[in-house]
């Protein structure tokens, strides 16, 4: 099992900035893909974006695309979201996920999870 960390969150107003990270632990694993996803009060939970072991494959949603960056540390054990250009509507738990598969993390099917972070963007 992976445990998964995640900081960084915290009140921004809107068109500001806020990095998330991700640290994981745990079992030695390899080629584990990660990504971040996100929920709002009362909507369902959505994938924000994605990244390979390598960082070489990546996915970000439509909905953010141009304005946040999914990037892996040096070390793979940790991922980052950088958010740029936040909206109110960015408001939401951010959850951190790890898995062996893009299509698995993607989905939402991943088997790590984090405990989430609280970001607020004030307009």
């Known amino acids: 099992q992976v445990q998964l960390v995640e900081s960084g969150g915290g009140l921004v107003q809107a068109g500001g900035s806020l990095r998330l990270s991700c640290a994981a632990s745990?079992?030695?694993?390899?080629?584990?893909?990660m990504g971040w996803f996100r929920q709002a009060p009362g909507k369902e939970r959505e994938v924000v974006a994605a990244?390979?072991?390598?960082?070489?494959?990546?996915y970000v949603a439509d909905s953010v695309k141009g304005r946040f960056t999914i990037s892996r540390g040096s070390g793979k054990n940790t991922v980052y979201l950088q958010m740029n250009s936040l909206k109110p509507e960015d408001t939401a738990v951010y959850y951190c996920?790890?898995?062996?598969?893009?299509?698995?993390?993607?989905?939402?099917?991943?088997?790590?999870w984090g405990q989430g972070t609280q970001v607020t963007v004030s307009s």
């Open positions: 996920a790890a898995d062996d598969g893009m299509s698995t993390v993607v989905a939402g099917a991943a088997g790590s």
């Open positions: 745990g079992r030695p694993f390899t080629n584990y893909f």
């Open positions: 990244i390979s072991w390598s960082g070489g494959s990546t």
